[in-house]
């Protein structure tokens, strides 16, 4: 299999930005007094908080810890604000005393208690701490934009059989989606335009008749989303999309999926895609759309929107077994810095040296480059050749199940 890559490369001026922490208060060399329980109104609420934070950071007594926050937690004269950061010192505490499901839970319990919010002052730390607690890191997987204009696919014709008009004539559809990204291939070819379906077959029987369609879509790119949005699955149709590169759902929320995670991976270990869907008593259904590498989702999705029944057996749904372009683009485009040390070097001896350099290269299963040739279409950076070959050789792709072959030109000029 041949892909071909065509980007362009010019030199940038890069800056690295450093931020430095601020040091506690207090004399170096003065250790922070411990905890100590302080009478109502000689210790604020904000420095209670503070000297918990401080005492867990130093693997102080635990259960001393969990007792302060919660009077900290519960004082009249604590603003909303401040029993926000409270609860999560709780969860820490929580944590330490050996009680995962309690941090869990407070911090599920904070999420929801937020869930009209979109913005609030401790929103990020909170979505950090959960996913922390649940996968063991609190980065978010970074995902790729693909904007596009939603047409009205089979599968959304499909789908608007499960949104009756209410007692008013409106069609109130509420969709809520979890993984992917913002803006993934559902809008570009209508997986669940369950509005445009709703319009077009009203078109067919009344075609100037006024059709009252109530649309809302919100994507969440984390199942972290659940959690805020719990109040709300119940009345909606609810897609989530599910990768083992950073998209894994964990099985605390397997009641809320078609089918447990555990198979859920089991079958994505096997190289294939995977579509499922449940149906729920006078709610609409859940779907589920899986593939083991993210940018395989825009495949499975499209098969998706091709189907003219849920697939209420889950389905699997074949994948391209080599990497997709946009993958192997994030690669090489990271190791720009690596291209331009060679092109720098070339340009000390001449300042007018441009051209192009093709990189021919194959990618095996394990994503590690097994043959390279780099190849110059100008003598002014030919030298530049091993240099190029050299740098592109240590690149490292996404696991596949089928090597890859790519011919990628890099252009230079000054």
Known sequence: MMKQFGRGFALVSLASTFVLGCAGEGTE???????????AGETSVALRIERVARALDRGEDPKQALDEIVLALTHPA???????????????????????????????ALLAQHAGDREWAFSSEAEKRLRKLL????????????????????????????????????????????????????????????????RAEKEKTCPTCEV????????????IGIVRARAELASSLVVYYYDLEGGEIPA??????????????????????????????????????????????????????????????ATSVDVPASLE????????????????????????????????????????????????????DSASIQSMETCMRDAAQALVFPAATKETWVVYPVLFTP
Request: charged fraction near 25%; hydrophobic fraction near 40%; charge should be negative.
């Open 29 to 39: 060399g003065t250790e922070a007094p411990a905890i100590q329980a302080a009478p």
């Open 78 to 108: 604590a603003t909303a604000t401040e029993q926000d950061e409270a609860t999560l010192v709780q969860s820490r505490a929580l944590e330490a005393n050996g009680d995962m499901e309690g941090a869990i839970s407070a911090v599920e």
């Open 135 to 198: 996968t063991g890191s609190e980065d978010t997987p970074k995902r790729r934009l693909t904007p596009a204009e939603p047409p009205v696919s089979i599968f959304a014709a499909e789908l608007a059989k499960y949104f009756p008009a209410d007692a008013g004539g409106r069609y109130r559809v509420r969709v809520l989606a979890f993984g992917g990204d913002r803006n993934f291939s559902s809008d570009r070819i209508g997986t669940f335009n369950v509005g445009g379906a709703i």
């Open 212 to 223: 009252n369609v109530d649309s809302n879509t919100n994507r969440e790119t984390s199942w």
């Open 252 to 313: 605390r929320y397997d009641a809320e999926l078609p089918l447990p995670s555990a198979e859920i991976k089991a079958r994505l270990a096997k190289g294939k895609g995977l579509v499922a869907a449940k149906k729920r008593d006078g709610a609409p259904p859940v779907i589920l759309i899986a593939a083991p590498r993210f940018s395989q989702l825009d495949n499975v999705e499209s098969t998706l929107a091709g189907m003219d029944a849920l697939p209420l057996e």
């Open 325 to 376: 372009a946009e993958e192997i683009q994030a690669v090489v485009r990271g190791s720009f810095n690596s291209f331009r040390v060679c092109y720098e070097t070339v340009l000390q001896r001449n300042p007018a040296a441009q051209g192009s350099i093709s990189l021919d290269f194959k990618i095996d299963a394990d994503g590690h480059v097994t043959t390279m040739k780099a190849t110059a």
